[in-house]
């Protein structure tokens, strides 16, 4: 028969596994949720700044679904009770950056996300022809970001480049501009 501090030193030390094991599958869990991120900027108004709203729960990437409880919290739906639900939602349309214009959907819509798409969407109210700072979003989701310096060091170097380039020749035509 084994001596009871090897027993309890052995006890000790599954628990100590175990719990590295669960703060492990926590971490790893907080990561995959982190990557599972949709940000859907929503104009309901004219005039008005969006609704920005970013879900976590409810899909898996990359297939995003605009079901009755995403679009209720984007207030796309009218809250009145006297009103049959498919009519409390108003007629909606979504930004598709391949078509590069609005088109309009149904609650239940899935959207395939792309890398080029940044887990961002965009979505008004049919009624809606001024989006506020549309552009200034769409440009932000659009322009090119910093290459991975870590994985693409070409890329990087590029990248680096242009903008040092560009910010010389910003200068450049400022002191001809001056003088």
């Known amino acids: 028969q084994m001596p009871a ?13 175990e719990e590295r094991c669960q ?7 907080a990561a995959a949720r982190e990557k599972n991120t949709v940000v859907v900027y929503a104009w309901t108004q004219n005039g008005v700044e969006p609704i920005i709203y970013e879900f976590q729960d409810g899909f898996k990437l990359p297939s995003f679904y605009f079901t009755l ?17 498919p009519a409390r939602i108003a007629p909606i349309q979504r930004y598709n950056r391949a078509l ?4 309009q959907f149904d609650v239940g819509h899935m959207v395939t996300l792309h890398e080029r798409n940044a887990g961002i969407l965009f979505v008004r109210d049919a009624r809606v022809r001024e ?18 310096l870590m994985t693409d060091l070409t890329s990087e170097r ?4 242009a ?17």
């Not at 409880?69 to 639900?85: A, R």
Request: proline letters at 4%.
């Open 69 to 85: 409880s995403v679009l209720q919290k984007l207030c796309m739906t009218s809250e009145d009770p006297d009103i049959p639900t």
């Open 100 to 103: 590069d214009t609005w088109t």
């Open 131 to 148: 989006c506020v700072d549309f552009d200034r979003h769409l440009h932000r989701l659009t322009r090119p970001v910093s290459a991975n």
């Open 23 to 29: 703060r492990e599958l926590e971490r790893l869990q």
């Open 5 to 17: 501090i090897f027993t309890q030193q052995n006890a000790r030390e599954e628990g100590m596994n």
């Open 163 to 179: 903008a040092s380039l560009a910010r010389c020749s910003t200068r450049a035509s400022a002191e001809l501009v001056f003088s």
């Open 158 to 161: 590029k990248y680096v480049r």
